[in-house]
């Protein structure tokens, strides 16, 4: 009897492939909002150029961060 499991495509990795039931929940971040983030974050540097891609992660790391604790402080399931 052979048994199929599942391919490489459709088995989890234990690099967080699959989120968890609060980061499912968060609202994503918009293009603008991840842009204007970075734009700041790139001002706060003094203008330093060459770290674009440095900027917009961190701003969008940041952002749904803002987003998943946010999920703690408003709605039904708030934590007081």
Known sequence: MNLVVGTPATVPSATGAIPSAV???AIDPTH???AR???QLYEERGGEHGRDWEDWFQAERELRLLGIQGLATEGPYAVA
């Open 23 to 25: 980061e499912s929940l």
């Open 37 to 39: 983030r970075a734009y």
């Open 32 to 34: 603008e909002d991840i």
